[in-house]
């Protein structure tokens, strides 16, 4: 399952045609994998540390950058750790003493290095990584958000990329969020259906990636030999409130820096972004959906044959947006029903989203369903999205198992 | 031949008020430390009593940085760093690491293990008391068969001989391994030098005196960790490049039963009737002694 070999062919531009050139200008199109397209992008952002160790199905990530690194198109140190909570601990120190650093991750990776991640983020560590979602024991590799949405209250920034377009803008920006917050973001990928699936990239020329991310500039918080401190002390009850004051204020300001730089990045590249994205939603809509990653992009196909069925993808899950979602239920009638299409299971009655939607919908009227599919990788085609529509109209349950045997 | 005032500290490296029990062995084994290590110095700590000796936020006992990390993720951290660091140009810096035995001999030994591998240019100091005496005397894998702790407690004594976590670093083939004493401060200071001028992954493990878990009266600190090594309990012994080198030949070598009476935690042993289990210690020592005296003769032969 090695195609790195492969990599250089696949990589070559498919098109030169002006048309083509001009639909993105100083972009190169090319057809490349979720994983390298996240690959690509810690390229472009001029990441200098890279603390890597495999899982399946991140490890093309990984690989990838380890062959950027040796062939000199990268300047970063890239060491092969011993583990996952070793990978995270070691994005951590080379943090602290001022680097930009990338790493990948996956599942049992995620869930090993759960207290770093913790660590990190009260650190106020501007880390950026990406994790291609996978479930924990008994042993599964396939797509679902189980990991990455387990680890919500880490305090790290998450995004789901829809596109491998989406993750390769998605983390360029994540670095500019996160280095104006000294927060750490995690961008999430579904497993093979994204990380594995090759599709048309517009891959940004470097210097105009250079243009919109300017190299690391210090904050003064950064280990300096010269100026000695000392970081994670023991901190009293009387102080440890502040820190996380600060941590607070500066995580509500996430939804509308994301807004912020999505636009700017429009600005920059030709493709905007938000926090979340809201299709076919206005008076008329009777039905809204709501959901991460990938089953968005079937979702929208789906919704085309139903006019008075609108679409939420949650781009920014955490910090939750919730602004946004009240901005785009401004015009929804209080009949309008919500189906969260939940490829999560947290041990509870409700998925994930179905929590964090009946947070930022409380005292509205709209009725609110959940249905899990797709769990474990589950392929999650426009029929059962047309199930879970038929379902939601005629026949609604608080929560539905959809396509379940 | 060094001169004989070689153990004294010309400039302090240590504030004042550092947190420390009375007799414990970290505010020597760092004064010693940091005075040849200096100020460009990244100090990277793991959970351990040293973590707290240093002081609450915003306080730094030491003159140098330091970074407190995960329990297990001390060498990893500092990979990190030490990567950064000789990004900026500051190869010349040391990156070391501050460590207790549970975080050395147990849940940090996959990091360390993996650090030593990849041959992180890195100083790892472990300062081994036997157990975990943070977080209030409870069994390490470093922990003296024998001794009682509060997870041993009374004839539920530790009845597996410590890790040899010497052998286990040396089979790493680390540039530079080596055990130290407070008690032999000489010999102390010459393998920190030698440590910070040699260029790889570096470990020191030094006996760390400890009063209440020992249950030792922190007057005898010195005189008590000087037995471990008159007994060969603790023998002092350097792996430079594969080559193993006895340090300390005691003029004659005391019975262990001199060292652990001192002890607290082994007073037990001797109400109790448990002469077999002194004498077990007895050969262990012997055998590993021997052992390390072959070592030191083919080492020195070749």
């Keep these: 399952m090695n195609n790195d070999i492969h990599t250089k062919e696949i990589l070559k531009p498919v098109s030169n045609s002006k048309q083509i050139v001009e639909k993105y200008p100083r972009h190169t199109l090319k057809i490349i994998k979720g994983n390298f397209a996240a690959a690509e992008a810690a390229k472009l952002c001029r990441v200098g540390f890279v603390p890597a160790y495999p899982i399946t199905p991140q490890t093309s990530i990984v690989e990838r950058l380890s062959s950027i690194v040796a062939a000199g198109e990268l300047d970063a140190r890239y060491v092969n750790m011993d583990s996952e909570h070793s990978v995270f601990a070691a994005a951590m120190g080379a943090s602290l003493a001022g680097e930009r650093v990338f790493t990948a991750t996956s599942g049992q990776g995620l869930f090993y290095a759960h207290e770093v991640l913790h660590a990190i983020a009260h650190f106020r560590l501007p880390i950026v990584i990406c994790n291609v979602g996978r479930p924990s024991l008994p042993w599964n590799i396939w797509s679902d958000q189980t990991d990455s949405i387990s680890q919500r209250d880490t305090g790290w920034i998450q995004f789901y990329g829809e596109s491998s377009q989406g993750v390769l803008d998605t983390i360029i920006q994540g670095y500019v969020i996160s280095e104006k917050l000294d927060l750490p973001v995690m961008v999430v990928l579904d497993a093979f259906y994204q990380s594995h699936t090759s599709e048309n990239v517009w891959v940004p020329d470097s210097d105009l990636v250079d243009e919109f991310l300017p190299p690391k500039k210090r904050n003064g918080n950064e280990i300096d030999l010269k100026n000695p401190k000392d970081y994670g002390g023991l901190v009293p009850p009387d102080h440890y409130e502040t820190f996380n004051f600060q941590y607070w204020r500066d995580i509500t300001k996430v939804e509308e820096l994301t807004d912020e730089i999505g636009q700017k990045f429009g600005e920059y590249f030709g493709r905007k972004y938000s926090a979340i994205e809201a299709v076919n939603i206005g008076p008329k809509t009777k039905m809204i959906l709501v959901a991460l990653s990938t089953i968005t992009s079937t979702a929208r196909g789906v919704i085309n044959n139903h006019p008075e069925v609108g679409l939420i993808k949650l781009r920014l899950f955490k910090p939750f947006p919730v602004k946004s979602i009240l901005k785009a239920f401004e015009n929804v009638p209080d009949d309008t029903i919500i189906i969260n299409v939940e490829r999560n299971f947290i041990g509870d009655k409700e998925g994930a989203i179905a929590h964090e939607m009946k947070h930022a919908l409380y005292g509205k009227k709209n009725k609110m369903y959940d249905v899990y599919t797709g769990l474990g990788g589950k392929d999650v085609p426009p029929l059962t999205i047309e199930k879970i529509i038929e379902k939601g109209f005629k026949d609604p349950e608080e929560i539905i198992w959809i396509d379940f045997e | ?302």
């Design chain 2, 1 to 302: 031949m060094e001169p004989m005032n070689e153990f004294l500290i010309k400039e302090e490296q240590v504030f004042s008020g550092g947190l420390s029990c009375r007799g414990c062995g970290w505010a020597l084994l760092v004064r010693h430390l940091s005075s040849i290590l200096g100020e460009k110095t990244v100090y990277v700590l793991p959970a351990s009593c040293f973590s707290i000796i240093t002081g609450p936020y915003p306080l730094n006992e030491l003159k140098g940085t330091i970074v407190h990390t995960m329990f297990a993720a001390a060498p990893a951290t500092a990979t990190g760093i030490r990567a950064v660091l000789d990004r900026q140009g500051n190869e010349d810096a040391t990156v070391a690491v501050l460590a207790g035995d549970g975080g050395t001999f147990d849940i940090g030994i996959q990091s360390l293990s993996g650090a030593a591998s990849r041959g992180e240019n890195i100083l790892y100091v472990c300062n081994n008391n036997g157990a975990y005496m943070n977080t209030g005397i409870q069994t390490s894998t470093a922990t003296p068969y024998g001794a009682i702790t509060t997870t041993n407690p009374g004839t539920n004594f530790k009845n597996t001989m410590p890790k040899d976590l010497m052998g286990i670093i040396a089979a790493h083939n680390i540039p530079y391994a080596a055990t130290a004493s407070l008690a032999f401060l000489e010999d102390y200071r010459y393998k920190i030098k030698k440590a910070k001028k040699t260029k790889g992954f570096r470990l020191l493990m030094i006996d760390g005196p400890c009063p209440p878990g020992h249950k030792t009266s922190p007057d005898q600190s010195i005189s008590i960790t000087r037995l471990a090594v008159e007994t060969s309990l603790f023998p002092l012994f350097e792996v430079d490049n594969q080559k193993y080198k006895i340090n300390y030949f005691p003029e004659k070598r005391v019975p262990v039963e001199k060292c652990m009476k001192l002890q607290g935690r082994f007073s037990h042993l001797f109400k109790n009737n448990s002469a077999n289990v002194i004498q077990e210690i007895q050969d262990y020592t012997d055998h590993n002694w021997q052992r390390l005296n072959e070592l030191h003769k083919q080492s020195s032969s070749n």
